[in-house]
């Protein structure tokens, strides 16, 4: 079941091509926990120069895909989200265990530690056919956008 598409995300997060990395979310539980998908194809940016002939997605960009579904988890809280930012304050525990390549599909799970009005606190999970590819203790900050002008 899709409980937010590609555009209902970008509704929620700042994030755009290439930089988005979530391409929809299959569950929530509001203040509490939420999934994503992540579809890895063969013209991911990244894969490039990472590595040609041996493409391999960026262990980083993993953690960042995380990041993104937390922030999805965090920003739906707040009524003015669009006048919202998040920022990454901290990564802790990273773990890299197996490779992601293209045409794996990546479930995002993040479980919300602390859900503040501006701290928050996740640990995430990124899994490809339910094996572990990374993990990581996430803590980012949500702040006001910048004003344009």
């Known amino acids: 079941m899709i409980i937010y598409d590609s555009q209902a995300i ?3 997060l700042p994030h755009r091509y290439p930089f988005l990395l979530v391409d929809k979310i299959v569950e929530l539980e509001p203040r ?3 999934v994503g ?5 063969a013209n991911e940016h990244f894969f490039q120069g990472h590595f040609p002939g041996a493409p391999v997605m960026p262990g980083v960009l993993q953690i960042e895909a995380l990041a993104q579904v937390g922030a999805i988890l965090a920003l739906r809280e707040f009524e003015d989200r669009s006048a919202k930012i998040p920022f990454f304050t901290g990564i802790e525990s990273a773990k890299f265990r197996k490779p992601v390549v293209p045409g794996d599909t990546i479930e995002l799970e993040v479980i919300a530690i602390r859900i503040g009005s501006k701290v928050q606190k996740m640990k995430g999970f990124a899994r490809v056919d339910g094996q572990v590819t990374a993990e990581a203790e996430i803590m980012s900050v949500i702040a006001d956008r910048p004003q344009k002008g």
């Open 10 to 12: 970008q509704e929620i």
């Open 37 to 41: 998908i992540k579809q890895v194809t």
């Open 32 to 34: 509490v926990r939420i």
